[in-house]
């Protein structure tokens, strides 16, 4: 059951408001047929070539590729393409359920390698449902009033366990085949019964979508082209409603190990961070748009335009450039999935939380007032005004006035209409708020050993000669430092 605007969906893709979200969706399967080197891989567990999306990545080259691939889609939607939350899920929950397994003796990764084939086999999307509703952020799961702000189990049968609760913000979960239901932070012991991850089928039985309206969607169901912005592309978030879930056994990838939930969501977020280099395609776009509205208005060879395009590149390519670093610097867990660098994963997606916004303000500032002035559509088609319109908006000589219209609206969408979502907001929040960076960056910035360097190059400490240094070498420095990789490769 899917509702937006107080009704029910009968057909989502007929739906003029969620179309846009499918055909961002089905570029990800476009482009497989066009570059398949890029999009897709051969799979290890069936033989056939697959979605990238669904890949277990096998090198630290394999990482690299999904940006890459993420920046171009990106580029050819200017929106989010929804497959990247699925795909940094199997990726983290590969590793983690492989390591549970070595703790508790349970059999969730063989179970997990087999619904990985039947992916594969099908090659399905699947949507990753880590965010909890959360009630009171200030309490544990089993703190909350209501039990139901974290999903739980609410009961175990002989067959497998039904689950309740809700997930906000869902990404392409009405476009997924399959929802990966996981914890969204670390558990205790009393949040035992929130500690489940499986793999539930869009349409079981008991799951609800309420549709999450974006800025400026109903411009989708005015028909025309233009004031849509990006008429062809958008995203989709939905808010999933579990009502008393079944999830056999077989789709159960952990009941009950509280103590691996962080694990789980800190695997989970240092793929899903550098995967925000999604955002670059974006960027590219909007750097795009501001060039030529620059063009279109007679100004693009001013210096001060010029430099804000450097600008805007600069912050663009510094996102990219700390997604594509953590992912070549990644390393093999010990299950051999490939699992790219935590603060340099991290670095980038903070980058994500700002730069964006100084992209976008950028591009705004090169729009001129009329990105959010401009008349409709409607009148500009007006058989009176129309002409007006025509005259009085019209740029440099040698540019279509509509062009110019076209191009302010790409960059009112991308930075206040439905794709500004997809630009700014899921940069904000997307994979955890700027905090949850900050975090995890202060975690591993082994402030102590920068300060033994301190110290020694002061001649405070002459006791440490260069060699014990070296041996000390751990976690981020140590992965700076390594000149091979680790082959544990069991894949
Ligand atoms: C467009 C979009 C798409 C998304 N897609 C997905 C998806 O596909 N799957 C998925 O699982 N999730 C998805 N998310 C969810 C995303 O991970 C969350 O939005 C993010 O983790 C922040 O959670 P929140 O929105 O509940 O904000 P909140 O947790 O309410 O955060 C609001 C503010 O409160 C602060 N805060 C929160 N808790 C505490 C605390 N305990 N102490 C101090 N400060 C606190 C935060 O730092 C932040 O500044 C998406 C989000 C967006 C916006
Ligand atoms: S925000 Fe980016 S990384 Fe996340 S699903 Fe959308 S396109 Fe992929």
């Not at 580029?75 to 590793?95: E, I, K, P």
């Not at 992209?359 to 409709?376: E, Y």
Request: aromatic content about 8%; some cysteine; glycine content about 8%.
């Amino acid at each position: 059951m899917i509702y937006l605007f107080g009704k029910l969906v009968e057909e989502p893709v007929d739906h003029p408001i969620i179309r846009p979200s499918i055909n961002a969706i089905a570029e990800t399967y476009d482009l497989a047929e066009r570059e398949p080197e890029l999009a897709t891989v051969i799979s290890p567990f069936t033989g056939a070539r697959i979605s990238r999306f669904l890949h277990i990545c096998e090198s630290a080259i394999d990482l690299v590729k999904q940006n890459k691939m993420q920046r171009k889609l990106g580029q050819n939607t200017g929106t989010c393409f929804q497959r990247c939350v699925g795909m940094d899920a199997l990726n983290a929950l590969y590793s983690t359920t492989y390591e549970m397994d070595e703790v508790y003796g349970t059999d969730y990764h063989q179970r997990l390698k087999k619904f990985i084939a039947m992916t594969h086999t099908y090659n399905y999307v699947i949507g990753g449902a880590m965010t909890d509703v959360k009630g009171d952020r200030s309490l544990a799961p089993h703190q909350q009033q209501d039990p139901d702000m974290f999903v739980h189990i609410v009961e175990r049968r002989e067959k497998g366990v039904y689950i309740s609760g809700a997930k906000a913000h869902q990404t392409g979960c009405i476009n997924s085949h399959w929802l990966m239901v996981m914890p969204t932070m670390r558990l205790g012991e009393k949040d035992k019964d929130y500690a489940i991850i499986g793999a539930i089928p869009v349409d079981a039985e008991g799951i609800t979508y309420i549709y999450g309206r974006q800025s400026c969607d109903r411009r989708s169901m005015e028909g025309g082209s233009i004031d849509a912005g990006n008429a062809n592309f958008g995203g989709q978030e939905a808010m999933v409603i579990l009502e008393h879930v079944f999830i056999p056994w077989e789709y159960v990838f952990m009941d009950g190990e509280y103590d691996f939930a962080s694990m789980l969501v800190e695997r989970f977020t240092t793929y899903h961070r550098r995967s925000y280099v999604c955002k670059t395609g974006l960027g590219d776009v909007l750097i795009g748009a501001a060039a030529s509205i620059a063009e279109y208005n007679g100004v693009e060879r001013a210096s001060h335009i010029k430099d804000k395009l450097v600008e805007m590149t600069h912050l663009n390519e510094t996102i990219y450039a700390t997604g594509i670093a953590a992912s070549y610097q990644g390393y093999a867990t010990k299950s051999g999935a490939y699992i790219c660098d935590n603060m340099l994963a991290n670095v980038c997606k903070h980058h994500v939380t700002k730069m964006p916004y100084e992209i976008g303000r950028l591009a705004q500032d090169l729009a001129g007032g009329l990105v959010v002035t401009m008349p409709s559509e409607q009148e500009f088609r007006h058989h009176k005004v129309g002409e007006l319109l025509q005259k009085y908006l019209k740029g440099k000589a040698g540019i279509e006035t509509e062009d110019r219209m076209r191009m302010l609206r790409l960059i009112e969408n991308m930075t206040l209409g439905r794709n500004a979502v997809g630009y700014l907001t899921e940069s904000m929040h997307g994979a955890g708020s700027p905090q949850a960076q900050r975090i995890l960056i202060a975690r591993s910035m082994q402030l102590a050993y920068k300060k033994r360097l301190a110290r020694i190059l002061a001649g405070i400490e002459t006791t440490k000669n260069k060699e014990e240094i070296v041996e000390e070498l751990s976690g981020y420095f140590a992965r700076v430092f390594s000149l091979g990789q680790n082959e544990n490769n069991h894949l």
